[in-house]
Structures are given as structure tokens and as C-alpha cells.
């Protein structure tokens, strides 16, 4: 479907792409340190199922429809960034937070899980990068270009996974040192939501979709 040289050349471009931190690995890394390594792997597969969502969308052209219109663009991003900024109040002042952490229960992994999802499918960027990257490495001359952008989707989020599942391993790690210090746990949920809230921050402020509706 897709000749061996161009999806070389595509899985170089994309490592390149996913080895650069973004807010889902700083997503990702905070869920880890936060909560320890499981939490932040359970993190990897919630944010790359958001990943197949927007492939599929792109694929079906959903997510060009949904660019087109600048009040729908604005809508799903606020909506990512008011929930961002929720999880973030939302560990800054519940007891339950810590509580959470120390459990590890599979309630908590699935919370975790539905939040990678949820964090990932209201971020309209990753619609619009999906439509702006995936076709560059479509070749017309094989057909089936739908076929071959869900193909190179899907390969993306392949990718995203191993790379993000390193980054939860190291901040996992690591998290399982700093949760030693006695400071460290007392302060941890306020970093872990503040990290939150900034991310919602930056997500509402991006820059404005100038297409109009």
C-alpha cells in the first residue's frame, strides 16, 4: 500500500516529532511522578486511543469540518482547557488525591485512563496536525489514499506509544525516588495540579483559528 522508502522516511519524521516533549508527555510524565509508573503507562494507552479517535475523524474528514469552522475549533478547545484546569483544581484540593496514589486500585487506573482519553480527544491541535502531516506521505499514484492515511495514523500512534511509554518508565523512576522525600510527598499534588491547570492555561490562550465559519 505504502512503498517501504516513504514509510521510512514517515517513522523517522514522526520519531522526530514524538521525541520533543508536548503537553501529552508532560501529561504523561506528571501522571507518573505523580502517581508511579503504572499510572503513567494506563496515561500512555488513554492518550494514544484519543490518538486512533482523531485518525479516524481525520480519516472520515471529520476533523477538517471540524477546522473549517472557527466556533466549533474554539469550542472543543475550551472545552479541553476548562477540563484540564478542573483535573488541576480537582488534585489541588482533594484529600482523596493522595489517598488515590497510595491505593493504586483499578478504579483509579481506569479514572486515569478515561483522563488520557478525554485530554487527548478535546485537543483540536492534534486534529489539525493530523491533517496537516499524515497526507504529506500519501502517495496518489497507489490509491486508496484513505486507506494510507489510516495506515500512517495508525503507525503514528504506534510510535507514540513506545516513545511515551519510555518517557512513563524514566518519570516513573524517578517519581519512586522523590516519593521517598517526606517534602516531596507532601508538595507533590500541588505540582501535579498546578501543572495541570497550566497546561488548561496554555490550551485556552493558543493561538485563535482565523478560518471563518
Given at each position: 500500500m505504502i512503498a517501504l522508502d516513504r514509510l521510512a522516511l514517515f517513522a523517522v519524521a514522526a520519531l522526530a516529532l514524538l521525541l520533543v516533549p508536548g503537553p501529552a508527555v508532560?501529561?504523561?510524565?506528571t501522571r507518573s511522578i505523580h502517581q508511579g509508573?503504572?499510572?503513567?503507562?494506563?496515561s500512555v494507552l488513554g492518550i494514544h486511543l484519543g490518538t486512533?479517535?482523531?485518525?479516524?475523524?481525520?480519516?472520515?474528514?471529520?476533523?477538517?469540518?471540524?477546522?473549517?469552522?472557527?466556533t466549533a475549533f474554539t469550542a472543543v478547545k475550551l472545552a479541553g482547557a476548562a477540563y484540564l484546569i478542573g483535573l488541576g483544581l480537582w488534585t489541588l484540593v482533594s484529600r482523596n488525591a493522595d489517598t488515590d496514589v497510595a491505593l493504586g486500585g483499578e478504579r483509579t487506573l481506569r479514572r486515569t485512563f478515561t483522563q488520557g482519553v478525554i485530554v487527548n480527544v478535546l485537543n483540536p491541535k492534534t486534529a489539525l496536525f493530523f491533517l496537516a502531516f499524515l497526507p504529506q506521505f500519501v502517495d496518489p499514484s497507489r490509491g486508496h489514499a484513505t486507506l494510507q492515511i489510516a495506515f500512517l495514523g495508525w503507525t503514528f500512534a504506534v510510535l507514540g506509544m513506545i516513545t511515551d511509554s519510555i518517557w512513563a518508565i524514566a518519570a516513573g523512576a524517578a517519581?519512586?525516588?522523590?516519593?521517598?522525600?517526606?517534602r516531596f510527598a507532601l508538595g507533590q499534588r500541588y505540582v501535579s495540579g498546578s501543572v495541570f491547570v497550566g497546561l488548561g492555561v496554555v490550551t485556552a490562550?493558543?493561538?485563535?483559528h482565523h478560518s471563518s465559519d
Open positions: 508532560l501529561y504523561v510524565v509508573r503504572r499510572a503513567g503507562l494506563v486512533l479517535v482523531h485518525v479516524t475523524a481525520a480519516t472520515a474528514g471529520l476533523s477538517a469540518l471540524i477546522l473549517s469552522s472557527a517519581g519512586d525516588v522523590l516519593r521517598r522525600s517526606r490562550l493558543a493561538g485563535a
